[in-house]
């Protein structure tokens, strides 16, 4: 039974993660900024989505569309509303 060794599974992998070195800065900045940066992504596809005239501004000059409508257009949101853009359907 689990309960009866003298390290679970829990324990064994607590010890092998704290012997990891950090993530790197970077990491933890882009991982605590990705559900907002989805959250943006998702409300600024559903403009262009419903309106042709921010749509089109977005095509032209995203960056400057998403600066109007109130966002600040950082790589990775830039990165995932042209992604999503530009998929089909």
């Excluded at 992998?13 to 998702?42: F, N, S």
Aim: hydrophobic share 45%.
């Amino acid at each position: 039974m689990a309960g009866s060794r003298s390290e679970s599974n829990e324990e064994a992998l607590a010890r092998l993660l704290g012997a990891l070195p950090p993530a790197p800065p970077a990491w933890v900045e882009a991982a605590a900024t990705l559900p907002r940066t989805r959250r943006d992504a998702d409300r600024i596809v559903a403009l262009a989505e419903a309106d042709q005239e921010f749509r089109r501004a977005a095509v032209a000059d995203l960056e400057a569309a998403l600066r109007r409508a109130g966002y600040e257009p950082s790589e990775a949101l830039l990165a995932a509303i042209r992604q999503r853009l530009s998929s089909p359907g």
